[in-house]
């Protein structure tokens, strides 16, 4: 699916969201300004937004961006080029609940709207907190379903149809936006997921809310008795 859209990804991205989808993106990475971390892995790192914009803000040496999704690697490895960041930034086909790295690699982890889609969540939370080294953070940025009586109605409306008729009509993809709707209402969120974290080993966990409650930022640390460690 996300092969099939690759070639309008981005754009429906800023079209959907009105472009509040890049401050999302700055607000989550932003969460690692005080770690500095030389070395970050992107988990379905997709067109490589999050990559791209990590090394902008961060500088770190080297980010390594993982996805399954061919399409959308070839896309981001374009963006990278036209950058000039081929020697910071690099992009593997890579499963996330499988990741091709030792123990203790990374000091950051970061993954933006991809959780929802792990096969197993746990395990995908799992390998990324083996490769994190002690002391090293995960940040996850991920859709969420707003609290507000007053604005539920609205995002509702939004996201049952304008958002997949929008998605058909430009993607030409039926399944792929109705999807974005499902796998949405169907995922964990808020403490639900701080929970999750907690269970699978991750410490200092605590999230944010953006854009009343549209978006949330989810972080995690790996202490120096968790797993891999």
Known sequence: MFNRIAFRYDFLNR??????????????????????PKFILDVAT???????????QLKPEKIIGIDISQGMLDLGKRK???????????????????????????DA?????????????????????????????????EFSKPKQKAFKGIYSLYMNTVAPGVGKF??????????????????PEGKDLLSILDNTGYTQTYFKTLSLGICTIYCGKKGNNSPGS
Do not use: C
Not at 115 to 139: A, I, S, Y
């Open 15 to 36: 079209f959907l969201s009105g472009g509040i989808d890049i401050w999302w993106r700055k607000k989550a990475i932003s969460e690692l300004k005080e770690l500095e």
């Open 109 to 141: 982890v970061t993954v933006a709207f991809g959780v929802r889609n792990f096969e197993n969540l746990q395990k995908g939370l799992k390998e990324m907190l083996r490769v994190l080294k002690p002391e090293g953070k995960l940040v996850v940025l």
């Open 46 to 56: 997709g067109t490589a937004d999050v990559a791209i914009m990590s090394y902008k």
């Open 80 to 106: 990278i080029a036209k950058l000039l960041l081929n020697d910071h930034i690099e992009l593997q086909r890579g499963d996330s609940e499988t990741i091709n790295f030792k123990d203790n690699t990374f």
């Open 170 to 187: 430009i993607s030409r993809d039926s399944n792929a936006y109705q999807y974005l709707n499902d796998s949405v209402k169907a995922f």
